[in-house]
């Protein structure tokens, strides 16, 4: 038996359907990249290194270009008087909160070091490498992650504090520094010259967070 519906019946079924008032699920694709970014995904060793590396090059990146920028101040304000108490990046204030985030602890130490308690033996490919770029990343234990770099004195800023004495350092300057720090090695610097290392140890919570957010999908919407 056929089955005849009423013409009424059939129009009204067909104007149901009209693609304008089908209600689409909006943002599909923001929505896929938040749920790829909320799945739980396995974090290598291999992935942590590199992450320690990503950690080390943002914080002692922060840490050059802060320090650059309070010396430059503190030098113009009052010469080197002004600025010497501020050589100590781990302390300054954009510096010490990134290291807070990463759960990581930074440090310059140099075989002639200014203060004596940054001082420590670098081996001749440490302190006078062939790329003074590069990085070394290793892991200490299971939850401690280390980054080392080179300090290479790329700026005429450097040379007022460690460069060599009469000739970029003043002799009244020179007597300021010795005054504060007695057993001062660190002057005899030329540009490009490597003064020693930039040292920092992560904790794995830190680096498993860093990889996270450094790996995480960003949505990118067009207009």
């Known amino acids: 038996m056929r089955l005849v519906l009423p013409a009424a019946l059939l129009l ?3 104007s149901a359907c009209r693609p304008d008032q089908i209600e689409h ?3 599909t694709k923001r929505i896929a990249v938040e749920a790829e970014n909320w799945q739980v995904k396995r974090i290598t060793p291999q992935n942590l290194l590199r992450a320690t590396q990503w950690a080390g090059d943002s914080l002692t990146r922060t ?3 802060e ?3 309070v010396l430059a101040r503190k030098l113009e304000e009052g010469g080197v008087a002004a600025a010497l108490p501020y050589c100590r990046p781990a302390v300054l204030p954009a510096t010490d909160s990134l290291a807070r985030k990463l759960q990581a602890s930074l440090a310059w130490v140099s075989p002639r070091p200014r203060n004596p308690a940054n001082r420590a033996a ?3 490919a440490e302190l006078h490498p062939i790329d003074t770029t590069a990085r070394r990343v290793a892991r200490l234990s299971t939850d401690a992650f280390t980054y080392q770099r080179p300090i290479v004195l790329r700026d005429q800023l450097c040379l007022r504090c460690h460069g ?3 000739k970029d350092i003043s002799a009244a300057d020179y007597a300021l ?3 504060q720090y007695p057993q001062d090695e660190a002057t005899g610097y030329r540009l490009g010259q490597a ?3 930039w040292r920092v140890q992560v904790q794995r919570p830190g680096v498993a967070a860093f990889w996270t957010m450094k790996t995480r999908k960003v949505f990118k919407r067009r207009f």
């Open 67 to 69: 320090l650059r920028q």
């Open 63 to 65: 840490a050059e270009r």
């Open 12 to 14: 009204s079924l067909l």
């Open 164 to 166: 060599e004495v009469g």
């Open 122 to 124: 670098l081996t001749p």
């Open 25 to 27: 699920l909006r943002d």
């Open 177 to 179: 520094i010795r005054k």
């Open 195 to 197: 003064a020693g290392l």
